[in-house]
Every structure is written in structure tokens, then in C-alpha cells.
């Protein structure tokens, strides 16, 4: 600051009595007085009239607010009332200073006294203090210099940036101050100074270093000259302490040229303005410059993208996350994602375009294959045929297949709703539960379970979970993955096997058992008929003799049926008569039916035709469903009745078998016929019975329906395809009854017929039976001995059976029966088998032909019958080689 009290004294002790001194004086001071008031008065005038002006303008407004602020026109009128009172105080201190001034004036002859130059030095230094304080409360840089470079005022802001007292500043060089950088900052001074004093003034930013600071300022200067008579006799600068704002400005620029990210500014008709290096690397540019050549347009894949993506620049204050496709140098495009704002003039224009791009082109790559990857993951696990679960370490789940639903009728939501383990059969819980803690203590890495799960339905389903872990990408376990396959049908099917498996040791078992009956009954029924055709039998005889042939007749059906039924031929479809397989079936199941208190109504129809199909299937079909029947009656009541009627319908047969059983349920219905699907309880079915009589159906060209009854119980309704032009042929190896009466010729009489066969009773039965009617019979128990009675006798007929013991030892009678004709050589007598299994004869032993066979049991008359059919045609009955 200037010190004006020194200046003062020195002005006083130097004044001299002459008058130009004290003209030029006085003339100065009252100009400045007059202008001083001037403006002060034209200050205070402003001041009241705007403060009016707001009172009036504001009153209403400043009463409605809630706090009361209607006091605060009036503060403002007090607070300029203060200020004028502070202004013409300072007024009157001027006053006072030009008063002794004039006083001084008026003393030619005699100097001031101490008094008066104290009283004046007083007037001046409180004027000083309060300018003083008007300057020291700027926070800009304010110095006032001489043409010479000393400073003759600063402001306290100069002061602390120096670190130095106002005395140890005034006075002194500004290079005092100031560091020397390059050197040439005074040939710049020398060079701008005339420039300067043209314009008498200059603005710019000048960066200053001061001496024991190693940091440099930057200040926006303003430097005005001060002006006395005309002439430059000093400069005030002004200096705003822009240093934070230059740092800011250069870390910008650091940041704008480090960023990964594309910066741009560009301008609405489409020039690039500038660009930063990372845009210029993503674009595949060389240089900065040469992408500032091009327009916004060449660098846009799409133009209609750029116009939309223009559009929302301008209509929103920002867009952020735009996905855009840029073209690149070499013609390869890339996607960005767009951040970018409208700069606007005053007026609302728009005058650039400023924004950052980030090339996602790898990401969207990497998108695209994750997106490949966990499509192949989901189909993948959709086209799974196993249910895959994932549980985490509080075993909730975090992912169901789609096959959730096929295997246990639950959608996915809803099964990620369910408590793990909560529709497990109790018996598997604890298993499965424990199983489940392992894992997740990191006890096991593998285990396969097989656990029962209730099916939405209401059905047990056993499943085969595999187990394994889930772990995170440090290998701590985060959860357990199980995959689970339904083998539900799979263990029906084994059981199936197993059934299968005992039917079959069981027909082994009945065909062995009805081979050793069919000797007995063979004998029986021979026994029996020979008996009755005694002469001298008396009646009562004769009906006890018919009673005990019948009962064995039907015994030996009975036998024929399990037979037939527990090993079945080769299936072979030819004319069979319904009614004839239905009898057959209720015989096969006679015991049964009777034993449950079940009655049968079947009437068989005269007029049905036959049908092309295989008896034993049929049979099979037909036993199934009476079974059926027979069961879902005794699941509700000790007695009951199937009915069975069989139609003609157009070219079909109609078979219907109706129970008033338990009947069937609506929802199982549609599903009566799937492979493994039984409404019995555990134990009680494989499900594969109505499947498999679908199958033969379906094989004979028909169908089977079933419905419930409204008035309880159940239909079954077979239909297939009639054959009314042909008829039921009789099985192979029988004699009918009309040939069974046919009157003997002279056919038989003395015909030769050979016997073997390890049965004594048939043996007995056939020798006697065939003596009696005119024949010669020589019967052998083995093989031996019918060689040793074909070298002495030549035969018409060899019976052989089928099954020989020998020794203990099974002999295959075919292999007999080659030995015998081949040493019978041109003897060779007709070749019969016989037997009491259902054995299909493919092939003779030597012969052109096919042996014929007899099927025991048997009766005399059909034997008879059957030797006149062999001995009727030479060349048949010979059968030479």
C-alpha cells in the first residue's frame, strides 16, 4: 500500500509561499471534491429508488410467504439509509481536509503550524484505511507499478501470495519477486511495451513463477495504464489466479488423450472436430488428422442409424448405452455403444455434438458365442432323456429340466417351489437326505441313488439319481447336481422278465405234466370205450362206463388247452370257429370262475362266422380279459357275473366281455392300453397284459374298446374282420366223429401195424383195441426190440412215439423211427407218430412227405379211422423211398 502520510508530510514541509503552488493545489482538490460529490449523490439517488421500486413491487409476494419476510424491504431501505450515513460521513471528512487546505492557503507569510499538519495527516489516513480495505478485500492479484517496474500499491491477496509485510514490498522491483524461467521474458517485455503504450491496455494469461516456490501461477491479467496530464506515468493490473483452472485444463487434456474410450466433438452438418487416440485406434486411422478430414457420414454404416441417432441428441439433454455400427478404415464395421449430449448456444441452438464411444465389438462376439453356448447348454439338457436338478448349499432349488414335468407331472415353477425331498417315500428320505449333506461337506464327489418319488397323479415313480458336486471357480462347493432317470418301467420290465421267466419254467413244468396224463388218459378213454362196446354189459354198467369216458374226455381238453396254452406253436393264422376259442378259454378257467362264486353267461352263436387268425393268441386275448374281469369283481364284492356275447356286425366279429366289477377310471381311461400301465395294486399286474392283446388284435386286423358302464363295472368289445366264406378247420392229427363211425371194410382185416412206445398201458390198449377189430399188432418198448420183430415180420403201419425211455434216457423218437425204416428197407411200412405234446412235425426223418400224427389222448376209433386214411392210398400207405 502507498504510504500517503509520508507523502503528505513531504508535500507540506516542501510547499512553498508562492502562489502558483497553492492555485494549482486548490484548483485539483475542488474539481476532485465536486466529482466526488457528484457521484456520490447520483449513488445514493440509484440506491433509494431501487429499494423503493422492490418494496413496492414485492410487498404482496414477500406477506405470503410463512416466515414473516415481509420485514425485509424494510431492512433493506434501513441498510441503505446506513450507507448514505457512511458516505456523507466519508463526505465530511473531504470537507474538513478541504478546509485546512484553504487555510493553508491563506497563510502566505507564516507556515502551518504542527497542529494543523497533524490534523490534516489524521483526516488523510483515515480516508487511506478505508480504501485501503476496499482493495484488500479483492481476491484477485491488484499492484500498481511505475513505468520502471518498482511497485508503488498492493493488495493484501498480493501480499500473502509473497509471503511479505506491505513495508517490504512497496517500493521494490516486481523481479525482485519473480523467478527467471527461459530468460527471454524481458526481450518479450521490450517487444509488447510499445504495443501497450498504444492501447494503454492489455489482457492475457500470464505464467508466473515466484522465487522459493518451485510451483508456477497462472493468472489471467488485465493491465490498464494510469494516466497524469496526459502521459503514462504508471499500470494497475488486475490478476485472477487461474492456476486450479489451468490444472484442470491439462489433466483434461491428459484424460482426453489417455482414454481407452472414443471421444469425439463434432458439428450438426457433420465435420469432425476433434477426436482423441483412442477413437483414431478404433477406426483404424493413422493419424488424427486424417480422420478429422472425414464427414460424420462416411464413418456411419447405417445413414438411417445416423439421422435417428441425431434426432435423439436433439431431443433429449443425453443419450447414453445408443448402439451404433461405425465403418471402419480398412471397410470392416465395429460396434459402439454412444454417450453423447448437444452443446447449445444462448439461443438454443445447437452448435456441436460431443460424446464417447466404446467399441463392444468383442463383447457382442463373445455374446453371440455365450448365447451359442447356452443354447447347445439348453437343448442339450432339454433333449436330455435324464431330469437334471441343481441344488444349492441350503438345498433350495437353482434349476429344474423341462423333463420335470414328463417324468413327475409338475411344471417347473411349481416344482421350485417344492421342499427338497417333500414328495420322496418316507422309506427313501433319510437316504436321500444324508446323501445330499455328504456332498455338500465335500464327503463324496460321486453316488447313485435309487429313491421312490410320488407322480402328480398319485403314482409311485422310481428314479436313479446320479450325484456330483457343484463348485465355484475357487472349488468351494456351492451346491450338488443330480441327474435322474425314470426306470419306473424299466424294473416293471425286469419283473416282467422274471414273471416271464416263471411262465416259462411253469410251461415246462404243465407240458412235461400233461405229457405223463396224456398216457393214463389215453388208456383210459380206450379202456373205457372197449368196455362199452362189450356185448353182455348190463345198464347200469354201460352209464357208469359212459360217465368215467366223458369225465376223461373233458380231462383230457383240459390237458390239451394247458398244453397248447403253456407252449404254443409257431403262431400260424388259418379259419378258426370264436365259439369253439371261447369254450376252450372258460374251460381253462373253470376252476377259477367257480372257485370266486363268479357266474359266466356265454351262449354261443350258430351263425358267426370264422375269422383268419391264430387259436392260441386268441385264446391268450380271450383268458386275459375274462381274468380281467374275474379280478376287478372281486375288488368289490364275493360274487359276481361277466357276460359275453359274440355278433356279427356288418364284415366284423364283435366279442364284448362285461364284468360288474370295479369298472375303470375316467382319467385312466385313455391309457388302459399303455405298455406297464396297471390300475392294480403293487404286486398285482405287470401292465402288460392289455397291451399285449392290443397287439395281437391289431396283428388280426382289429381293435379292442373298452368303456365303464353307467350302472358299474367295465366292457371290453374285441372286433375283428370275418371270413364268411371260409370255415373252421379241424386240428391237425384229429379224426372227426363222422369218421370216427365210418363202418370197417376189409381194409384193416389182416393188415400187419407195429407198436412203440414205452407206455405198457397204450401198448395193452392198442393191442387189444386193434386185435379186436381184425388186426395183427406186435408192439416193442424200445427200439431193439421193433427191430428185432421187423426181421422177422414186414408191417403195413409203424405207430412210434414221439418220447422213448430208454435205460433211463430220454430217445428222441425220430431218431427211432430212422433206424427202424432204414433197416425196414423196401418194407418200409407208413410211418404215425405219436404223441402227447404240441409238437409241429417240419420235417420227416427220410421221407418225401410229412408224417402224419396222432395226438393223445386218443380213443380206438379215431386210431382206426386214422389207419384206413393211411392205408386207403397205396403209395400213401407205403410211403416208399
Not at 441 to 452: C, M, N, P, V, W
Request: proline share 4%; with cysteine; hydrophobic share 40%.
Amino acid at each position: 500500500m502507498l504510504d500517503e502520510n509520508q507523502n503528505a508530510r513531504r508535500i507540506a514541509a516542501n510547499s512553498s509561499p508562492g502562489a502558483n503552488t497553492r492555485s494549482v493545489i486548490s484548483s485539483r482538490f475542488e474539481k476532485f471534491e465536486k466529482r466526488q460529490s457528484e457521484l456520490w449523490w447520483l449513488t445514493r439517488g440509484v440506491l433509494f429508488l431501487l429499494a423503493l421500486a422492490y418494496a413496492w413491487t414485492s410487498w404482496d409476494p414477500v406477506r405470503s410467504l410463512a416466515h414473516g419476510f415481509e420485514k425485509l424491504p424494510v431492512f433493506l431501505v434501513l441498510l441503505i439509509i446506513l450507507f448514505g450515513v457512511y458516505t456523507w460521513k466519508k463526505t465530511q471528512e473531504l470537507s474538513e481536509m478541504r478546509g485546512l487546505m484553504r487555510g493553508l492557503e491563506q497563510r502566505d507569510e507564516a507556515p502551518p503550524s504542527e497542529k494543523q499538519l497533524g490534523q490534516l495527516f489524521e483526516i488523510i489516513s483515515r480516508s487511506q484505511q478505508g480504501y485501503r480495505d476496499l482493495i484488500d478485500s479483492f481476491d484477485d492479484v491488484l499492484l500498481a507499478l511505475t513505468m520502471e517496474g518498482h511497485i508503488r500499491a498492493v493488495n493484501r491477496s498480493f501480499s500473502d501470495l509473497v509471503g511479505m509485510p506491505f513495508q517490504q514490498i512497496i517500493g521494490k522491483p516486481i523481479t525482485d519477486f519473480l523467478q527467471e524461467g527461459s530468460g527471454d521474458g524481458a526481450e518479450l517485455l521490450r517487444r509488447a511495451m510499445p504495443r501497450f503504450m498504444e492501447r494503454r491496455q492489455w489482457s492475457g494469461v500470464v505464467q508466473v513463477r515466484l522465487k522459493g516456490q518451485g510451483t508456477p501461477f497462472y493468472f489471467d491479467c488485465v493491465a490498464h495504464a494510469m494516466m497524469r496530464d496526459g502521459e503514462i506515468h504508471g499500470i494497475t493490473v488486475l490478476g485472477r489466479d487461474v492456476t486450479a483452472l489451468r490444472k484442470n485444463e491439462a489433466r483434461f487434456t491428459e484424460l482426453f488423450e489417455s482414454l481407452q474410450e472414443g471421444i469425439y466433438i463434432t458439428t450438426p452438418d457433420g465435420t469432425i472436430v476433434d477426436v482423441n487416440p483412442a477413437l483414431v485406434r478404433m477406426l483404424g486411422y493413422d493419424s488424427k488428422e486424417e480422420l478429422l478430414k472425414r464427414r460424420v457420414a462416411e464413418i456411419f454404416v447405417d445413414q438411417a442409424e445416423r439421422k435417428i441417432v441425431q434426432a435423439e441428441i436433439e431431443r433429449q439433454a443425453m443419450i447414453q448405452g445408443r448402439e451404433i455400427t461405425l465403418l471402419c478404415k480398412d471397410g470392416t464395421s465395429i460396434v459402439c455403444l454412444n454417450t453423447a449430449a448437444a452443446v447449445r448456444d444462448n439461443a438454443g441452438h445447437v452448435v456441436r455434438y460431443q460424446g464417447a464411444l466404446m467399441d463392444i465389438t468383442e463383447r457382442r462376439e463373445m455374446e453371440r458365442r455365450l448365447h451359442q453356448q447356452q443354447e447347445f447348454a439348453r437343448r442339450l439338457v432339454d433333449s436330455f432323456p435324464d431330469l437334471i436338478l441343481v441344488l444349492d448349499t441350503t438345498a433350495h432349488y437353482t434349476f429344474i429340466s423341462p423333463r420335470y414335468r414328463e417324468v413327475l407331472g409338475y411344471d417347473v415353477e411349481d416344482a421350485q417351489q417344492q421342499e427338497f425331498g417333500g414328495r420322496t417315500h418316507p422309506e427313501d428320505l433319510p437316504a436321500l437326505l444324508s446323501l445330499y449333506k455328504n456332498f455338500i461337506d465335500g464327503k463324496q464327489t460321486f453316488a447313485s441313488l435309487e429313491i421312490r418319488v410320488r407322480h402328480k397323479l398319485g403314482e409311485w415313480r422310481r428314479i436313479r439319481f446320479n450325484f456330483s458336486p457343484l463348485s465355484d471357480e475357487k472349488g468351494n462347493i456351492e451346491g450338488v447336481v443330480l441327474s435322474g432317470r425314470d426306470v419306473t418301467d424299466i424294473k416293471r420290465l425286469e419283473e416282467q422278465l422274471i414273471q416271464a421267466e416263471k411262465l416259462a419254467a411253469m410251461g415246462q413244468m404243465l407240458a412235461g405234466v400233461a405229457h405223463e396224463l396224456n398216457n393214463p388218459l389215453t388208456a383210459i378213454l380206450g379202456v373205457t370205450e372197449l368196455l362199452r362196446e362189450r356185448h353182455g354189459v348190463d345198464d347200469s354198467t354201460k352209464r357208469q362206463l359212459e360217465l368215467t369216458h366223458r369225465q376223461a374226455r373233458r380231462a383230457a381238453r383240459i390237458v390239451q388247452n394247458l398244453l397248447e396254452f403253456s407252449r404254443p406253436a409257431s403262431p400260424q393264422k388259418r379259419p378258426v370257429d370264436l365259439n369253439n376259442l371261447l369254450d376252450r378259454t372258460l374251460q381253462l378257467h373253470e376252476h377259477s370262475l367257480r372257485r370266486n362264486n363268479i357266474e359266466v353267461d356265454f351262449h354261443p352263436q350258430a351263425d358267426l362266422p370264422g375269422v383268419i387268425g391264430d387259436a392260441n393268441q386268441l385264446i391268450q386275448v380271450f383268458l386275459n380279459l375274462v381274468t380281467n374281469a374275474e379280478q376287478a369283481i372281486r375288488e368289490v364284492r364275493d360274487t359276481g357275473r361277466i357276460q359275453i356275447r359274440a355278433h356279427r356286425v356288418g364284415n366284423q366279429v364283435t366279442i364284448t366281455v362285461q364284468d360288474d366289477g370295479v369298472g375303470i377310471r375316467p382319467e385312466a381311461l385313455p391309457r388302459i392300453f399303455d405298455p406297464f400301465y396297471t390300475t392294480k395294486r403293487p404286486g398285482g399286474g405287470t401292465g402288460l397284459g392289455l397291451s399285449i392283446c392290443m397287439s395281437i388284435i391289431r396283428e388280426h386286423g382289429g381293435n379292442i374298446e373298452a368303456e365303464t358302464l353307467p350302472a358299474g363295472g367295465s366292457a371290453f368289445t374285441i372286433y375283428l374282420p370275418g371270413a364268411p366264406d371260409q370255415h373252421p378247420a379241424p386240428l391237425e392229427g384229429r379224426v372227426t366223429s363222422a369218421e370216427a363211425v365210418r363202418p370197417e371194410t376189409d381194409l384193416l382185416a389182416g393188415r400187419a401195424i407195429l407198436v412203440l412206445d414205452d407206455e405198457e398201458s397204450l401198448r395193452m390198449l392198442l393191442q387189444e383195441g386193434l386185435s379186436a377189430r381184425g388186426l395183427r399188432v406186435d408192439c416193442a418198448a424200445t427200439a431193439d426190440e421193433a427191430l428185432a420183430h421187423l426181421g422177422r415180420v414186414s408191417y403195413d403201419v409203424f405207430l412210434c412215439d414221439l418220447h422213448l425211455s430208454s435205460g433211463g434216457f430220454m430217445v428222441d423218437g425220430r431218431e427211432a423211427a430212422s433206424r427202424i425204416l432204414q433197416a425196414a428197407g423196401a418194407r418200409r411200412p407208413a410211418l404215425v407218430y405219436m404223441t402227447g405234446d404240441l409238437v409241429e412235425i417240419t420235417q420227416g426223418t427220410e421221407c418225401r412227405e410229412e408224417p402224419l400224427c396222432l395226438q393223445k389222448p386218443f380213443r380206438i376209433s379215431e386210431v382206426l379211422a386214422l389207419l384206413r386214411n393211411v392205408l386207403s392210398n397205396a403209395p400213401a400207405e407205403t410211403r416208399r423211398a
